[in-house]
């Protein structure tokens, strides 16, 4: 296996485990999606430390948390990324236990564009006409789908949201993939400690009730939140951008799969309207940047 074939591996098996992560967090659904939150962030910083001493990478932790207390900028950003990712895995743990699997799934479809939205406005990129009718095309699906649910599909929008401001900041970050979410979950532990140790105090932390598999399975939601974003981020250093890209649409779509086959969510007419019109935007986005990135290698 050559290292770009190694790389795809990688990246694809990442974006199989984000897209079946929500079987995960259905297994939990009995208990509240607070607490979840809170026993998620104790453990990935707890799993992500472990890993770190095992690794030998605590000279590259201190490196990057100097590097970040001299740069306040830097350490700021950071920690608003760590509330912007806290933000996008409660609503996401909130809508999977919710029966709103098909919301989740489509603020995975437009999060890609919202990027691009957020690259113009912050980073001064510039869009094709291609893209420029990508985003309209993608607008206009959202719009159905507004009309459908009869509001905005809020829950697709903050996940999509949340999800691009925090990678318009991670991309400007300088701190390793592991040793990154180390110090994001640092900045929240102690409030999800505390708001654990809240719980203990009302005899309402279900996590000392429950039984022993659902103990172990919110144990190991760090190694679930962490060993993905591993792979992701060993994976793309092999392999083309754009490849990244397209294999990004895995997880969305098995979400998509799971809502309408598994979960029996309703999908009607309507909604598969809306989301052709997705579907149609990104495979233009997509092609278009292809394009664009196969031009630029060649001058």
């Not at 607490?35 to 890993?51: A, G, K, M």
């Not at 999977?96 to 980073?123: A, D, H, K």
Request: glycine share 6%; net charge positive.
């Amino acid at each position: 296996m050559t290292t770009e074939q190694k790389g795809i591996s990688q990246v694809f098996l990442a974006y199989l485990l984000w897209g079946l992560m929500p079987i995960y967090w259905k297994t939990v659904q009995h208990i509240t999606s607070d607490e979840i939150l809170s026993s998620r962030i104790v453990w990935s910083f707890i799993f992500t430390l472990l890993l770190i001493t095992v690794m030998r990478d605590i000279p590259k932790l201190r490196k990057d948390l100097h590097s970040l207390w001299s740069d306040k900028k830097a350490f700021f950003s950071l920690m608003l990324a760590s509330y912007l990712i806290t933000a996008n895995w409660f609503t996401f743990i909130f809508a999977v236990n919710n029966g709103e699997l098909v919301q989740t799934s489509l603020g995975y479809y437009i999060n890609p564009l919202i990027s691009v939205m957020l690259g113009i406005v912050f980073l001064g990129e510039k869009l094709s006409d291609a893209q420029k009718a990508a985003v309209g095309i993608a607008a206009a699906g959202v719009l159905i789908l507004t009309i459908t649910y009869g509001q905005l599909p809020w829950i697709s929008l903050v996940l999509a949201g949340s999800f691009a401001f925090y990678g318009l900041i991670k991309k400007q970050a300088k701190v390793g993939a592991i040793t990154g979410l180390a110090i994001e979950t640092f900045f929240v532990l102690p409030f999800a400690f505390a708001y654990m140790v809240y719980l203990f105090t009302q005899d309402s932390l279900q996590f000392i009730d429950s039984s022993i598999v659902t103990m172990l399975l919110l144990m190991l939601s760090g190694v679930a939140t962490a060993l993905p974003l591993l792979l992701y981020a060993s994976g793309t250093k092999s392999i083309p951008l754009y490849l990244s890209g397209f294999i990004q649409y895995i997880a969305p779509t098995i979400m998509l799969i799971l809502g309408v086959a598994l979960y029996n969510e309703p999908f009607s007419n309507m909604e598969w309207t809306g989301f052709s019109f997705i579907w149609v935007a990104l495979g233009l986005f997509s092609i278009s940047k292809f394009i664009q990135i196969k031009r630029s290698l060649q001058e």
